[in-house]
């Protein structure tokens, strides 16, 4: 077969079945949309992983004049014998204590104020409100219970806080994003390969004469099938580069900008996926694009174009 007769009669099957193209266009691009923005997810979730549980994991409060509820503070403030007792025991803890940080009443103050500037309540705070307290960073996150089971109680200790067991919500929430826009994701993979069945099927029947034309000159099936599938492959990886295309916007203009922003109140705070991520999806999406194509089309040909 010749190329240009090939490609004319493909450039022909597109100007009269546009709006079914158009429309397996639209149906891929939503479909891989949705995968790429699934997979984002579960690499947002990697990222945020890696990035806070580098961070201190637990934080190991005293307790302050104000503390009146815990059993522990029936003395009041912690004394710095206490302090330098709970010090004595994380740095006993070792290699599972990698590394402690005090942080004072006057700094914990600081960053209060700093965190919540806007609040109408701040005045109403003092610094001998805020506890002094030890963030200690585990060399293993999931043993924090050994941490607990050491300090909660003890005298001068308020309280324990596990820094992951917040950000678990967080987690949870990034995973259930995820797994729904997978989901979403398949349904609408499904939709496409519906679509791209009928579309077939329509495309086939109006050509109906020009098929059965090539069949009594002898043309082989492939012949025949060929313009049908590059039509269908051509519109799905238009699908997918517009996907790749919308992927990368909402990833450099939301998620970079708003959040990798280092010359905003959030820079530095968090760390998100960015741009390389959608490079590094891409070929995937395409990958699965021309499997869609291919095999929807050459089954369904099969199926409904007898040669």
């Not at 919500?169 to 729904?180: A, N």
Request: aromatic share 10%.
């Amino acid at each position: 077969m010749r190329l240009t007769f090939l490609l004319g009669e493909v450039g022909n099957g597109i100007r009269r079945n546009a709006s079914m193209i158009v429309s397996v266009v639209l149906v891929s691009m939503v479909s891989l949309f949705f995968l790429g923005a699934g997979l984002l997810a579960q690499r947002e979730v990697s990222v945020a992983k890696g990035f806070w549980y580098d961070k201190v994991q637990v934080s190991i409060f005293f307790c302050t004049p104000q503390s009146t509820q815990a059993e522990s503070c029936a003395d009041g403030a912690a004394t710095q014998a206490q302090k330098d007792q709970v010090k004595s025991q994380l740095d006993g803890m070792k290699p599972l204590v990698e590394h402690v940080y005090y942080e004072s009443a006057q700094q914990a103050y600081d960053r209060f104020k700093k965190q919540f500037r806007s609040s109408p309540y701040l005045s109403d705070i003092s610094a001998d409100a805020m506890p002094s307290s030890y963030r200690v960073k585990l060399s293993d996150p999931d043993k924090y219970n050994e941490i607990v089971a050491s300090f909660d109680g003890q005298p001068g200790v308020e309280a324990v806080s596990d820094q992951s067991s917040v950000l678990s919500t967080f987690f949870k929430l990034l995973r259930v994003i995820s797994v729904g826009a997978v989901a979403l994701a398949v349904v609408m993979v499904i939709c496409a390969i519906l679509l791209i069945t009928t579309t077939i099927r329509q495309v086939a029947y109006t050509r109906r004469r020009q098929v059965s034309i090539m069949r009594l000159v002898g043309a082989s099936s492939t012949v025949i099938y060929l313009p049908f599938v590059l039509e269908i492959l051509l519109a799905t990886l238009v699908g997918a580069g517009l996907a790749v295309g919308l992927l990368w916007a909402l990833v450099h203009y939301g998620v970079e900008g708003l959040f990798n922003d280092t010359g905003s109140s959030t820079g530095n705070l968090v760390s998100m996926i960015g741009t390389t991520d959608v490079w590094d999806f891409a070929p995937w999406l395409f990958a699965g694009a021309i499997v869609i194509a291919l095999a929807t089309a050459w089954v369904t040909l099969r199926r409904y174009l007898r040669v």
